[in-house]
């Protein structure tokens, strides 16, 4: 048993020895500015607001996504993307992302190209632009720029008679 012990021992001896750590032949990657302070900035808030938020009832993705909606639903009589901020920052949070247009499809901001966006609802008599006032608030409440996101959402409750260029105009807002 003692020669097992030893034998086994010398083996890994011989193996450690023979292996050998070379230097690198490339340099490694380092992180850009950007990089290093999206690294930074460690805790941030993604906000979906949409059409959604204001259905009845509890959301379900399978089934709430193919109805068609109407975009009067959206009528958020007590926004306020101050306190939205405030509590982004009291948080601790470094960050905040609004979702622009989520799978809805509808623009939280004045489309000129797309007609499912708040230019189109009694609120604010089709002048809200909620991406406006949360870029203002973050500029003023956050040191982070503004950030947002734009879905992919499909506007399945829309009938186009080109709608090939309704998606590439899309794609350009």
Same mark, same amino acid.
């Given at each position: 048993?003692?020669?097992?012990? =030893?034998?086994?021992?010398?083996?890994?001896?011989?193996?450690?020895?023979?292996?050998?750590?070379?230097?690198?032949?490339?340099?490694?990657?380092?992180?850009?500015?950007?990089?290093?302070?999206?690294?930074?900035?460690?805790?941030?808030?993604?906000?979906?607001?949409?059409?959604?938020? =204001?259905?009845?009832?509890?959301?379900?993705?399978?089934?709430?996504?193919?109805?068609?909606?109407?975009?009067?639903? =959206?009528?958020?009589?007590?926004?306020?993307?101050?306190?939205?901020?405030?509590?982004?920052?009291?948080?601790?949070?470094?960050?905040?992302?609004?979702?622009?247009?989520?799978?809805? +499809?509808?623009?939280?901001?004045?489309?000129?190209?797309?007609?499912?966006?708040?230019?189109?609802?009694?609120?604010?008599? +089709?002048?809200?632009?909620?991406?406006?006032?949360?870029?203002?608030?973050?500029?003023?409440?956050?040191?982070?720029?503004?950030?947002?996101?734009?879905?992919? +959402?499909?506007?399945?409750?829309?009938?186009?008679?080109?709608?090939?260029?309704?998606?590439?105009?899309?794609?350009?807002?």
């Amino acid at each position: 048993m003692k020669l097992f012990y =030893f034998l086994f021992y010398a083996l890994i001896f011989i193996i450690h020895g023979s292996c050998r750590i070379t230097e690198v032949d490339h340099e490694l990657p380092i992180p850009i500015p950007q990089q290093l302070a999206w690294q930074d900035a460690e805790l941030g808030v993604l906000i979906c607001y949409e059409l959604h938020t =204001f259905m009845p009832g509890r959301y379900n993705q399978a089934v709430n996504r193919k109805k068609n909606l109407d975009p009067e639903l =959206f009528f958020p009589s007590d926004l306020d993307t101050d306190q939205w901020i405030r509590a982004v920052r009291d948080m601790g949070a470094r960050f905040a992302i609004l979702t622009a247009s989520h799978e809805s +499809g509808f623009r939280l901001w004045q489309s000129e190209i797309n007609p499912f966006c708040l230019r189109n609802i009694k609120w604010k008599n +089709g002048e809200g632009d909620i991406v406006k006032e949360f870029g203002d608030e973050i500029k003023r409440r956050l040191s982070n720029p503004i950030a947002t996101k734009k879905g992919k +959402g499909e506007n399945i409750h829309l009938t186009f008679k080109k709608p090939t260029r309704i998606n590439r105009l899309n794609k350009i807002q």
